[in-house]
């Protein structure tokens, strides 16, 4: 038997107490439904979409601060593809788009820095958003720009880390699946200090096969009765995670207070460029107003976020909130839940 | 959160390394992992090398299984 | 008399003296057959039985591509859409809107290939038509084209003809086009090696009609690509559509390209690849055909029509599982973070 039936036969065949797992990872999300794995799981075993997807926990002000660079301070904002869509207070970066601003689709910071260099007449701001996976990145694009001496170049930071959104979420799971590619970079601590303060977890990778098999030793080991932590994911992820990755966020920036979509102010779970580099912070560079972001009232994107609703338990969703037209980020997120749950037919409850 | 592909090292070059997936190449930063060297796979997460990789999905789903689940 | 170094100004498109200078030196040297018209229509012969009638317009950028241009794109897009209802492609017009300033030679490389494709698909250009924007008011040039063909007898193809128990086969590998641009475009500096499928596929689509007229559905997976084909299918034939992914053929450097960007070349264009629905047990005889033309070498099932789900489309996954293949939306865009 393949280690995929064998997992499988695990996990159908689990008729213990309910065990609720929740997937921090976006990725992961969006994996589980690409691979239908939800489609067979027992009543029994519920997975829970975590905060994990930064386009959803990214805060409505972000948007807003970047719609006005770049309508109102000129700025050429590089971004992921991911964030275009997201709507802000009034209006998205698409919108954005459309009146003029120029907002353009990179594969990475360095692409970013890269366009600026080409293009030293525009003064260009990278959205750096992501989790431990993602930050090192922006961090060399900042410390490329500054060898080279760049200066229309810069970061509008909402960079967070994991660690406060661990324990923000343990009371709502049993257990973690935790996110394969933050651990390879941060090394798996994060999740023995869980393991120290009774949550249990495994690292999990992203194909079929591996998302299969981190589900069926959630399974056995939960039934063992006793807290565990299981690296699932060793062939990428080793312990002491990239410690060049790690020395080099510290040396870039410096932990601050981040808010996150739905959830709220979580201390010490966002990233800002230290002082010293604050030539390359956006915030900074043009002294961006306070901005308070209005989020529709009505969306229940926090609770999902939190496995307090599911999707479908949100008014807005499938009627005013769509994929087409979003009013929370978790539907404009191809790694959202509510998005999953749309267009993956979850939400008149069929199984394919 | 963090879609990444696994491909392998072709070229080394100071500070940046050539990646192939399938026939996709791209240059990634290799700022993140001391060594690497031609022929290693790495996990390529926007636009850098982020994590090295030793054997496939499929042996890890064994291993896992024979070490759980017997 | 050399075109190189000469570029088309706002007087080629004024109907002057200028105007028929390009019309001879360019579009009637290379659209010359009998039926090709100075005049103010053409003239023509009426096949007899059915007729099959299309227009589509082309824009793209860049318009040299690997594995052909807009010209190219301009012949097969029609000429594929006639085909896709089982008409013989008889006549065709195009309509050039060109940007003042592009080069001349370039055009004719365009208009070349145009020529090429037309006598591949056995199709006569019989009119056309030039008009020249100014500067910035269009993206170097747009081509539409007009086409007419001739339905074989017996034959009765349409999106709504799927039934239970049909297999669905598609003509090639899937997704290279849309990769192709991607590539082309050069936005996330990813190279490799990806050859567009455009390619004019009457030849094949003849094939498999002569010997198995009754094809459900062909329909040209464009625009949205396979996936949003197959939606389409689902839901005019009120049908489910069960689609097994190990089996649908994809060129490793597309997958290579699609797992960097997050896409799926489910949705990625193609303009060589028709997604066929037949008789069950008609399909080894029409992929037999069909690895015998040109350009549908890669021919394969991927799937077949059910009763159950009707209107989704609904995707084995290499683990066994059984998922939605969501509905195609909006713009793509690269997922990263």
Redesign the interface.
Known sequence: MSAIDRARSVIEGYDGEEIRIMEVCGTHTHEIFRQGIRNILPENIHLISGPGCPVCVTPVSFIDEAVYLALEKDCTICTFGDLVRVPGSSKSLQTARGEGARIKVVYSPADAQAYAREHPQEQVVFLSVGFETTTPSSCIAVWSAKEEGLENFSLLTANKTMPAAYRAMMHTTDAYLYPGHVCAVVGTKDCTDMLAEGMSGVVCGFTGAEILTALAVIVKKHQEGEPFFVNCYPRVVKDEGSPEAVALVARTMESCDSRWRGIGDLPGSGMQLRKELADYDARIKYSIPKIDGRENKACRCGEVLQGRCTPEQCPVYGKACTPEHPVGACMVSSEGACSAWYLYGRSRGEKA | MCVGLSAKVVKVSKGTALVDASGARREVSSALLSDLEPGDYVMVHAGAAIAKISGSDEEEADSLMEEFLL | MSLAGKTVTLAHGAGGRQTAELIREVFQKHFSNPYFTADDAAVLPVPEGRMAMTTDGFIVSPQFFNGGNIGKLSICGTVNDLACMGARPLYMTCSFVIEEGFPMDRLEEIVSSMEKAAAEAGVKIVAGDTKVAGKGQVDGLFITTTGVGQIADGVNTSGAHAENGDAILVTGDIGRHGCCILLERD???????VRSDCAVLWPAVSAVLEQVPEVHVIRDATRGGVGTVLHEIAAESGVGVLVDAESVPVE??V???T????LDPMYLACEGTLVMIVPDEKKEQVLEILRRQPHTEGAAQIGTITDQ?KG?V??R????????L??P??EL?????
């Open positions: 936005e996330y500096g990813i190279e490799a090696d490793a450097a997958s290579g390209v797992g960097m960007l997050g789900e989704r609904v995707l996954t290499q683990i066994g599982t059984q998922t939605y969501p509905q939306g909006n865009l690269p997922r990263i973070c």
